[in-house]
């Protein structure tokens, strides 16, 4: 049986390499280096002194921009001996109070969107955010392929921070079709936590 069930799972993956298509992000578990760029880019909305949250920081790119900032990596699985792990599909959300929420490339993956944001938005008072919204990625067929759980339009991004006490401050030019989000606290909110 065993044997059985690996020779589907050889057949299984040769079909995801061929065809380029993913069921969840743990099949796929793929860097890029190019996003380094994307990280740069958002890390510019973090202030020195501020604390900071990494949200699924896989490789932890971010770290090193750093400065003079308490660093929270969070990830499904351990990336090394700093990271709290906690997966985010089952409905895990570290105890964590931190001024800014970053979302690198990890938005897509999360199913309840409302839960997770709802998590952010009680935590922390700033949030930088990249995610390809449907006007980026429109086809379904693409964002499925890329095992994207979460397919918000740009409106409905803003409204999801927003009936979380979180407006929209800035939103930075397109980084390889990945829009920038900087949601902060709407004034007189205090994280609910
Ligand atoms: C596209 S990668 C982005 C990694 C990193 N933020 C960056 O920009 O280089 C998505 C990240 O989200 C994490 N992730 C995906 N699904 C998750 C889940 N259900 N719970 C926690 N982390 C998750 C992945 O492990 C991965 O590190």
């Not at 971010?62 to 599909?89: M, W």
């Not at 897509?108 to 938005?121: G, L």
């Not at 890329?146 to 397109?174: I, P, Q, T, Y």
Request: net charge neutral.
């Amino acid at each position: 049986m065993n044997g059985v069930t690996n020779a589907l799972r050889r057949v299984r993956s040769g079909i995801e390499l061929l065809t380029g298509c993913y069921r969840s992000w743990e099949e796929l578990e793929y860097f890029d280096e190019s996003w380094k760029n994307r990280i740069e880019e958002m890390a510019r909305f973090i202030a020195p002194g501020e604390s900071v949250i990494d949200l699924g920081c896989g490789k932890m790119w971010l770290k090193p921009l750093l400065k003079n900032n308490i660093y929270h990596p969070v990830d499904y699985k351990r990336r090394d001996e700093s990271t709290v792990v906690a997966n985010f599909n089952r409905h895990e959300y570290p105890d964590i109070v931190a001024d800014v929420a970053f979302l690198s490339g990890t938005l897509e993956y999360i199913e309840d969107s409302d839960w997770f944001v709802r998590q952010i938005c009680s935590r922390s008072k700033k949030c930088v955010v990249s995610y390809c919204t449907t006007e980026c990625y429109p086809d379904l067929k693409v964002r499925n392929r890329k095992a994207w759980k979460s397919h918000l339009s740009r409106c409905g991004l803003l409204e999801l921070f927003a009936k979380n006490g979180m407006d929209l401050d800035s939103e930075s030019g397109v980084v390889a079709q990945n829009p920038i989000f900087v949601f902060s606290k709407r004034k007189g909110e205090v994280p609910a936590v």
